[in-house]
T-cell receptor, first 115, second 111 residues
Framework: DVKVTQSSRYLVKRTGEKVFLECVQD?????MFWYRQDPGLGLRLIYF???????EKGDIPEGYSVSREKKERFSLILESASTNQTSMYLC??????????????FGPGTRLTVL | GQSLEQPSEVTAVEGAIVQINCTYQ??????LSWYQQHDGGAPTFLSY????GLEETGRFSSFLSRSDSYGYLLLQELQMKDSASYFC????????????FGTGTRLQVFP
């Protein structure tokens, strides 16, 4: 079974702090994704990576950066947290072999509150 | 750009059948997926349609009509545990692994 884990389920930070969210997958997937989920807005892609050290901006990258130094690990960084970044953050991974499906496997999420 | 539309909420009673629709606008089409998410949980993959027709997996079925840019998820013999949000998703293009998700349909099943 694919397992995607995230470093924290709940996190409380103060405005201006630098925040690191970590994600690890154990299925040797090439692709990894960071989403944020807010009520009524669905899943919005922040950044994704299709290989080590490779990254691409998603729909809402402003205020975020990412790091992928190893294939299994994808980190989301909030350089200076703001209250409007209070949200649920979901990490996902998928294989680049989408001959059959594009299935993404999600971690349990990190609920971040910025005070 | 790509966009998907689905109803925001659907309600039904235990034992009933419910259909959740999804219409999409895409510059190319590479399959329609469905995901389920319980409150506080992670989205999990339910089904995938690349070709027209019905795909059945137990109590859940998914349908696709590419000519109508339309699909639906059919849930039969509803159970309380089916109360969740359901998202449709399409791939964002041929040379990408990005998915575009709909805003989700919240299904509430009543006894």
């Amino acid at each position: 079974d694919v397992k995607v884990t995230q470093s924290s389920r709940y996190l409380v930070k103060r405005t201006g702090e630098k925040v690191f969210l970590e994600c690890v997958q154990d299925m040797d997937h090439e692709n990894m994704f960071w989403y944020r989920q807010d009520p009524g807005l669905g899943l919005r892609l922040i950044y994704f990576s299709y290989d080590v050290k490779m990254k691409e901006k998603g729909d809402i990258p402003e205020g975020y950066s990412v790091s992928r130094e190893k294939k299994e690990r994808f980190s989301l960084i909030l350089e200076s947290a703001s209250t409007n970044q209070t949200s649920m953050y979901l990490c996902a991974s998928s294989s680049s072999d989408h001959a059959v499906t594009d299935t993404q496997y999600f971690g349990p999420g990190t609920r971040l509150t910025v005070l | 750009g790509q966009s998907l539309e689905q109803p925001s909420e659907v309600t039904a009673v235990e034992g009933a059948i419910v259909q959740i629709n999804c219409t999409y606008q895409t510059s190319g089409f590479y399959g329609l997926s469905w995901y389920q998410q319980h409150d506080g949980g992670a989205p999990t993959f339910l089904s995938y349609n690349a070709l027209d027709g019905l795909e059945e997996t137990g109590r859940f079925s998914s349908f696709l009509s590419r000519s109508d840019s339309y699909g639906y998820l059919l849930l039969q013999e509803l159970q309380m545990k089916d109360s969740a949000s359901y998202f449709c998703a399409v791939r964002d293009g041929y040379n990408t692994d990005k998915l575009i998700f709909g805003t989700g349909t919240r299904l509430q099943v009543f006894p």
